[in-house]
């Protein structure tokens, strides 16, 4: 069955970035000029998954607001002549039929995506986290979510993206058990949350984009509480995997994860340095501010 909906969980409290969230959601801060989750959506419209559900939660109506008209605004930017920005602003709230669905209690991600059962249905989709962005690759390799539908074509099970992370990182992901088929592929023999460096069965950690069958609702019906008191996702994958199998995909590029404040900082030059319109200046001044801070460092060492 063709796969042409995602679902976006964005209903966490995003504590990792207090103070600029308490009474906003992290998936709206910008990077560079547009609020993080604007990435995600535009990963998902180029993917061709044109229904999007996002899973909010108390205190990010500005959420809705962004993909949603802004007539006002709209009718300022017409009578201004401001033909390309109106144009913009228009396209955002035209890219795709948006849905939401609130999570009440924050009790966890794989609540959030339970929440998005009877929206679903009876189809496959994709789970994009709302505070991870994976910009396209340069050249012709084909987008992650591409990639990802491919192996769910074949395989007709779910897949799962993963990336090498440091032994530093392992306790921070779910790590996967993975195993080669003959053909080629990588399929989950288990998968473990937040392991400690010599539990962990592999460094391979899931990242933010998973193409699930429509299974993965019961699975996690029946998973209990886990780690931390939430429902974990990576408890209901690994039902999955013994149950109806789970592939996994490595991910070489890079993924962005804007919910930690280093790491936004990061994803803010990254992006940057892609745009046509600011790389120049910016990398710039960028090659002039390293050199000074290097001065700076040698002085103090
Ligand atoms: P995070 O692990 O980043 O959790 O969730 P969080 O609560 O947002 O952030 P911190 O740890 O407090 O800083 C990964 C994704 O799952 C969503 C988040 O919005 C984020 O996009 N999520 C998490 C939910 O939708 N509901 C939850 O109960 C938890």
């Known amino acids: 069955m063709a796969v042409r909906k995602a679902v976006i969980p964005a209903a966490g409290l995003g504590t990792r970035f207090l103070p600029a969230t308490k009474s906003q959601p992290k998936e709206m801060l910008p990077v560079v000029d547009r609020p993080g989750i604007q990435y995600v959506v535009e990963e998902a419209v180029r993917a061709g998954l044109d229904d999007i559900l996002v899973i909010t939660s108390r205190g990010k109506a500005t959420l809705e607001d962004h993909f949603d008209r802004s007539l006002a ?6 009578k201004m002549g401001k033909t390309e920005l109106l144009q913009e602003v ?17 009790l966890g991600f794989g609540h959030a995506v339970l929440i998005a059962k009877a929206h679903v249905g009876d189809e496959p989709f994709v789970v994009m986290v709302g505070d991870e962005i994976v910009p396209d690759p340069r050249g012709d390799e084909p987008p992650l979510v591409d990639r990802m539908t491919e192996i769910y074509e074949k395989q007709d099970a779910s897949v799962i993206a993963v990336q090498e992370v440091a032994a530093a990182d392992i306790p921070s992901y779910g790590v996967i058990d993975p195993e080669e088929t003959s053909d080629g592929f990588l399929k989950l023999r288990g998968m473990v949350e937040k392991p400690a460096v010599e539990d962990a069965p592999s460094n391979l950690a899931s990242r ?5 069958t429509p299974a993965i609702f019961d699975a996690i019906e029946r998973t209990s509480e886990g780690v931390g008191g939430e429902i974990q996702l990576t408890d209901a994958i690994r039902l999955l995997a013994e149950e109806e199998g789970v592939y996994a995909y490595v991910h070489e590029g890079p993924i962005l994860d804007v919910g930690k404040k280093l ?4 994803a803010t030059v990254e992006l940057a340095l892609r745009r046509d319109d600011l790389s120049e200046p910016f990398r710039e001044w960028l090659l002039q501010r390293a050199e000074t801070l290097s001065d700076e460092h040698s002085l103090r060492s």
Do not use: S, T, W
């Open 208 to 212: 933010g984009r998973y193409l699930f």
């Open 263 to 266: 790491d936004y900082l990061k």
């Open 73 to 78: 605004l709209e009718h300022h930017l017409e």
């Open 90 to 106: 228009r396209n955002i709230a035209e890219m795709a039929d948006f849905h939401y669905v609130r999570q009440k209690e924050p």
